[in-house]
């Protein structure tokens, strides 16, 4: 079997820096240019709220993190296959096809859209606490009960189609700080609620991703301070003219929040 492209990607860079430090250097060196790199998931993975798209109904990004992972590595091959609205279901029905032997590395976000994300806050936009805390409820014995197996499903299949590859998982960010300067809207209460269910939401998919030997990118610790109600949120409120957008990365977010993880767990 080859060894990982990825791996050697790896080494070089370590190498690379190691000259740099002793004055010597490599001239035209472009490692990652080995790399085939595919793109999986969600709206989180597609880019939506950040804007530029493709003109699918997927709403890839060129702001998106794989999009500006590529085109700062230049890889030998970039296959952006994520998409709006996605489910576990989704990936294996119609994005696994992207994947083959020769693949080095995926990204994916996914887990959200099953445990009901958008109806989530749309309850919690539209109706009382109450029920919107019984409806956090039900997404986070969702993610208890039924999600693990989902994963389990989706990173099994990619594992088969990609098995020298490595797989980053993306989790997602806490939606609001707590003690911000919202002067309308949700509850505190609510708010709390919301956060809650996310880390509950990353904890479940972090085990299941070490479970399977995949790297969890842990997005939470870069959008602190950036959540919605700071200063400078990096998340999409309530966009009432443009409501797919709503509490979705911007291009800040995207760049500052998700890249950065991404390039990390290489």
């Known amino acids: 079997m080859k060894m990982s492209r990825l791996v050697a990607f790896s080494s070089s860079l370590l190498l690379g820096a190691a000259l740099a430090l002793t004055g010597a250097g490599v001239a035209n060196a472009d490692s990652s240019a080995a790399v085939d790199y595919v793109a999986l998931g969600d709206s989180y993975s597609s880019g939506v709220g950040a804007g530029s798209y493709d003109g699918s109904s997927c709403k890839r990004s060129s702001r998106a993190y ?10 030998s091959s970039f296959d ?4 709006s609205g996605a489910r576990t279901n989704d990936v294996t029905g119609s994005q696994l096809g992207r994947l083959n032997a020769s693949t080095d590395l995926v990204s994916i976000s996914i887990g959200g859209n099953d445990a009901g994300f958008a109806d989530v806050m749309t309850t919690c936009v539209l109706q009382s606490e109450a029920t919107c805390l019984n409806r ?4 986070r014995a969702y993610v ?3 999600l693990p197996g989902r994963l389990d499903s989706v990173y099994s299949a990619i594992r088969s189609k990609a098995p020298s590859a490595q797989v980053v998982v993306l989790g997602y960010p806490r939606f609001y700080q707590l003690g911000g300067n919202c002067i309308a809207g949700l509850s505190e209460k609510e708010r709390s609620a ?3 269910a996310s880390d509950h939401l990353n904890t479940a998919t972090a085990k299941r991703a070490a479970d399977h030997g995949f790297t969890f990118g842990d997005v939470r610790t870069t959008f602190t301070g950036h959540e919605i109600c700071s200063s400078n949120s990096w998340l999409h409120s309530v966009n009432w003219l443009n409501i797919g957008e709503s509490y979705h990365p911007t291009a800040a977010g995207q760049s500052g929040g998700y890249l ?4 990390s767990a290489l």
Do not use: Q, R
Request: charged share 5%; aromatic share 10%.
């Open 66 to 75: 794989p999009a500006l992972w590529a085109a700062a590595n230049s890889p």
């Open 80 to 83: 952006f296959a994520a998409c």
């Open 136 to 139: 956090i409820a039900t997404a």
């Open 144 to 146: 208890d009960s039924t």
């Open 194 to 196: 919301i956060n809650g």
């Open 260 to 263: 950065p993880v991404f390039k």
